[in-house]
């Protein structure tokens, strides 16, 4: 799989600034299922949607039961204990199906948990990019603190065994989602929001490595107070040095 080097495609691709919207049909859980199968099989790329044929429909159909049915084990199943046998049982569809677009079990659940996922931990289209990295790791924390997150440990877990899961986690989920904080952090470097002198990678391991701890340890909750604490405790290590204050004041005024 490529890596996302289009953090606007990327954005726009997996919903990252667009709201989940919710359906008044059905159990939240079925609704969510299907919403995020559909949009999932109707939008692999960003082009303009051609005819389709009725084979197309066919096969889009297959694809979205696919989605739907991985998504629904994945509510009362464990990650380790599915199987692409199991997902294609579900699904009402025989294996090949599942490998015509898929190489593995982690690839069809990766993907299927991913946009519920990036659709509820956007990062907000907001002026100042400080706010921005503050409500994102609100609704990041949000989210982990139920069954996002619960999904994402049980996909970390079975990485340790399988490199090729953590590939896939890798490059369908963190590579774009590490694109477009960068793209966010350097922004606020530029306006002076930021201190300058530490390399973003290191600020986004930062930004996430507490997070990610709770998550895997479950020895504290990922909650209001944590998200509270946690954003407070990034933004004043995050803040200008005071080489930092007075250099942006000087560009203005060279800008001026």
Known sequence: MARHPDNEAYEIA???SVPTK?????????ARRRSAAAKLAAAPGLSAPRARSPGRARSDASRTAILEATLKLLETTPVQQISIESIAREAGVGKATIYRWWSSKAAVVIEAFLHTHVSHTPMPRVESPREALTRHVHLLIEEYGGWSGRIVSQIMAEGQSDPDVLREFRERFWYGRRAVVREVLEEAR?????????DSELQMDILYAPIYFRLLMRHLPL????ADEHCAAIMLMLAPTNVDAAVVPAKKRKLA
């Open 14 to 16: 997996n919903g990252i």
């Open 223 to 226: 909650d209001k107070k944590f």
């Open 22 to 30: 919710t359906t008044p049909q059905g159990t939240a859980a079925t």
């Open 190 to 198: 530029r306006r002076g929001e930021i201190r300058s002198d530490q």
